[in-house]
């Protein structure tokens, strides 16, 4: 007997679809419908041949051999416990719960604590510590704009149900004209699929985002005369004719992606684009959000921020407090200074999204868990991979969409081969962790693990400074 | 079972008249009872205070924006959040502190419950996460609807039936506690960058006025029986000349009545009045003025109104709230970083830190207006201390408050030696007048337990240690037979309390925290009332077409409300 | 057949998104990723047919890719390729101190390299982190 469960919200991008209805029988899954391509290809993956059912060490010859989780728990307890900087990176892809459970296991180690918004939109926390977030739910968007902008942002690729759940096309109550009646901006160095779809497309100079944010501004100002023929490689009456658009329109909303947190100027890019949004609010309403990545990578921001007062960064080593200097306590910069002696990735695929120059300083040298349902990248070098349930498929639990909005999530098969979904697998750790503790294991930086193969081709890691 | 007796405390409970009496105090099973074995443990309270648990009527302690002014505060830990203790996990924050910290600072002030002030419906399973993760404290929270698109509609037609099936659904599925109306219409209109100054102020498109809101949502709140009133922030908050609109606000409850089971006598309760008292043109010293005492005296004359002060701490703090507009001018004035969420057809937020700086005329004058609404009002039943907790300083502060009300000499060293524009501030405002002045540990009594618990409906829960009741009672440092001269004293004694039980359990022993792991509850009300077919189908179609969520996913699942504790209304039998 | 100097950008693609949940040691991740987006004429001024096999080269490291026309057009000067394993072997780490690398508008160097070997995202890992045994552990 086939079962249909609808209304399913999806475990995939920032936009968290949550109409989804997915036809399983016996625990399989056979049908998902509304779903972008992305967002079908994780459920078809939960029942596809060949998944990790187990956890799984790996052997001095480069093989791996099925563990229990007990064993695995205990050597992840003891590494976190041994470690004098233990970092735990990762969970975009992962429930809140799991998230909040991590906290409580990061604070006993005394780890750095950290998520992909560190190599994501850390940039617009750090604009959002200075300039604030004037920012709304999808939901204002879709019923009130009349000017939409996708700055940096090429949601047709990335978000791939955004413009017709949110931002372009759908009919909300003050807007029933559907994209008829929406300007659509799209601001990319690249005729994107987004900016196909757009009224109006400004192919800004790669790197150069700040100077058209900054022409906009005097736009706004009143200081139109000051600003030069071309900008940034638009010219004048490009950036006179949108901001004309933008002073007319009812409601404007910009959304920003990767383009400017991850081109030249970080955080600056994004500090600019708040500020030009509180110029816009003097004239018209505006607001503005991050086109955030994964279905949940705004939880472990809200989550840790209640926990610890910090959404990103967290470096709880100290044991008394908790300190975030992004930079310094970023995983990232952390790898790149061979600054942290145990990693914990998790939900998410540091092997295969952080620059390699950075991770190999991790994989070739400290112990390394990874968390995750399927083989990635990370999984490949680690000492421990253990596979958890997947969230929105095998497990539940609460996901925050990109404007902040829990999103409840729900289960439509049991988890493959009973495995544990991420909440139990941390609270186990902290489990055996006190109990550890108890019989005197300590912190001392030493630790056996895994060493690299003798037989090594070599390869080029500079040698330390 | 454990058993504790605190022996020999002075003990001082407004629910029985007790006034300064020394007794025992005996808990067993959680509860308190009339007496215990001789194997109970004993708390020596000899020569201290012993009062209920503490009840917090307005605190904004967990949910969407309370959290997004943690985030985008980082310089709110730096140097500013305490070192971990012993037995407790990490406490960072100063103004608006993580969960943790939260939880542990309401037990070492002695208190057990606490009303979150504003849930966006729509974001309630955050509210109810964050409720989760905070310790101790038993919480409930109250979703924010007087810019909610069905109701105004329902209140522009006249259909207060549709409305009441309409918010009882919604406390159901936000698992929420009261109806909270924050500038009703005006955050509506700031979907617009609009807002609505008076309560005459038509809303955009949808064609009514604040009065006719806050008006439907005291009938829609009688109708459904509900334990506490509808909770009023009204408009123009914070403005110079604003008490005029909190009069006529005010007003608007003279056509209606009480009507529940909870022993509840108000219909209106004015929250964070001390923000809604200010006369004059300008923010100069030569116009700002205060009017606390327009306001009190329309409140004393009236039983059906409670209110809470607000009052302003003179810290640097954050401020939070339904009211966007509010918040987009707040930022235009101090020039500080400015968030804002508006939510979809329901509410907005906004989020702008603040100093109150003791050396501006302004905050001078809002602390003073504070602790005179406090000092006029004649039963103190029906008032109030908060903060507002962040907006006019943090939750933590309220023993500092206590010591500005218990102890006039407090006051007068505040004006004299710590306000630079003490003399300006004395000739604007009534506290010259109140000099002498002070509240009694019994008027304490009433205005952070047993009044507070009455006007939530919760008396038979909280305030109060009558045998029977679940045993929340805190024991300080001071002897109601020897009060101290210092008042410092009062600040540090009702900071750190020398013992605090929650439901029995131990929670604070020796101003320590020993235990944060006991259960702890998410009251809420239950409201049952006839179905509705026309309320049912304006739902689905507002989440066909308007919302961003599918409806099956808008309730929050039983499995993200942390032990749950309803109250169960029912009117239609 | 020249070497070019371009500005490169690393982001999602569709593609790489619906492969990447597929897995990242399918066939189907590999071909999806291991390729260059550049304008038409760039590649023209290359003397290189499209889909040609090109080495990548920046600050940091080199990566062996085929160069094709842009599905999402980029102007000359600039290329593009999907976020991937194979894109992040030429991506600085350097992150001006907020914690984000470069990965987009960083320089690099394209030429030719047509008998050159397009190495599996394993592979690569591996051998960067000192745990490659000779052979692919998981199949493709």
Known sequence: MSEVIKNVACPYCGACCDDLVVTVENGKILEVQNACVIGTEIYHHASREGRVGSPRMRQPDGTYKDITYDEAIDYTARMLIKAKKPLIYGFGSTNCEGQAAAGRVAEEAGAVLDNCASICHGSSFLAIFDTGYPSCTLGEVKNRADVVIYWGSNAAHAHPRHMSRYGVFPRGFFTNKGHRGRKVITVDPRYTDTARCSDIFLQVKQGHDYDLFDAFRMVMRGYVDDVPEIVAGIPKEKILEVCDIIKMGRYVHIFFGMGLCHSDGRNHNVDIAINLVRDINEITKCTIMAMRGHYNIAGPGVVWSWQFGFPYCIDLSKGSHAHMNPGETSSVDLANRGEVDAFINIGTDAGAHFPIRSFEKLGSRVPMVTIDPSVNMAATVSDVHIPVAIVGVETGGICYRMDNVPIQYRAVVPPYNGILTDEELFNRILNRMLELKTEGIECDGKWEYAKPLPSLIPVKIEPEA | MTEYIIKNGCVVDPTQGINSQKMDICIKDGKFVDKVSGAAKVIDASGKLVMAAGVDIHSHVAGPKVDMGRLFRPEDKLFRSPMRGKNTRMEMGFSVPSTTKTGYDYARLGFSFVMEAAMPPLEAAHVHEEIRDTPIIDEGAMPVLANNWFLLEYFKNGEIENAGAYASWILNATRGFALKCVNPGGTEAWGWGLNCITIHDKVPYFDITPAEIVAGLMETNEYLRLPHSVHVHANNLGNPGNYTTTLDTLKLAEGFAPNNDFGREQVMHHTHIQFHCYGGESFKSDSFESKSKEVMDYVNSRKKLTVDIGQVTLDETTTMTADGPFEYHLTHMNHLKWSNVDVELETAAGIVPFVYDPATFIAGAQWAIGLEIALFAKDKDRCFVTTDHPNAGPFWRYPRIYKWLLSAKARNDVIENQLKYGGKVIDRTYIGELADKEITLYELAQMTRSGVAKALGLKDMYGSLKTGLAANVAVYDIDPANLPSDPEQYEKAFGSCFAFFKDGILAVEDHEIVNYSMPKKTVWVNSIVPENKQVKRDIRDKFLHSYTIALDNYAVFDEHVHNPYAIKVDITS | ?140
């Open chain 3, 1 to 140: 057949m020249n070497a070019l100097h371009l500005n490169m950008v690393t982001q999602r693609a569709v593609e790489e998104g619906e492969a990447m949940e597929a897995g990242k040691t399918t066939q189907k991740y590999f071909d999806v990723c291991t390729v260059i987006e550049m304008n038409a004429d760039d590649i023209k001024a290359m003397e290189i047919p499209p889909n040609a096999i090109v080495k990548v080269t920046s600050e940091c490291g080199e990566v062996i890719v085929k160069a094709i026309i842009a599905r999402q057009t980029c102007p000359r000067g600039l290329c593009h390729m999907r976020q991937s394993v194979w894109a992040n072997q030429v991506v600085p780490p350097r992150t001006q101190s907020t914690g984000e690398p470069q990965y987009s508008g960083f320089p690099v160097t394209v030429e030719p390299a047509l008998d050159a070997r397009i190495v599996p995202a394993v592979e690569l890992v591996q051998k960067a982190c000192n745990k490659w045994n000779g052979k692919l552990l998981w199949p493709m």
